[in-house]
């Protein structure tokens, strides 16, 4: 069993950055693929971010050079720093992780999940 705890939401004005974290217990996260998925009320779960144990790391277009992904695995922890944030961002951010290496835009393909974090871009 994999236990994933998210911390780091808040809220900013448009412009701003945030980092979240994500982080594992229960057992090592080394070889599992990790990803960021994002719900806006009243909206479904959508992908935002996911990360291979090694590897090319893919995003959401919305996200595609303001977002960056990191793990590190000597401390089973997963980051995602956001930068330019904008009112559109505004969400309940979730961590995920799967059962294996391969990274997936697939919600249903995640096995595992946080409480999810919210964050608040104010225009």
């Known amino acids: 069993q994999v236990h994933l705890v998210e911390s780091g939401g808040g809220l900013v004005q448009a412009g701003a950055s945030l980092r979240l974290s994500c982080a594992a217990s229960?057992?090592?996260?080394?070889?599992?693929?990790m990803g960021w998925f994002r719900q806006a009320p009243g909206k479904e779960r959508s992908f935002v971010a996911a990360?291979?144990?090694?590897?090319?790391?893919i995003y959401a277009d919305s996200v595609k050079g303001r977002f960056t992904l990191s793990r590190d695995n000597a401390k089973n922890t997963m980051y995602l720093q956001m930068n330019s944030l904008k009112p559109e961002d505004t969400a309940i951010y979730y961590c995920?992780?799967?059962?294996?290496?391969?990274?997936?835009?697939?919600?249903?393909?995640?096995?595992?999940w946080g409480q999810g974090t919210q964050v608040t871009v104010s225009s």
């Open positions: 229960g057992r090592t996260f080394g070889t599992n693929a």
């Open positions: 990360i291979p144990y090694s590897g090319v790391t």
């Open positions: 995920a992780a799967r059962e294996g290496w391969g990274t997936s835009t697939d919600r249903f393909s995640y096995k595992y």
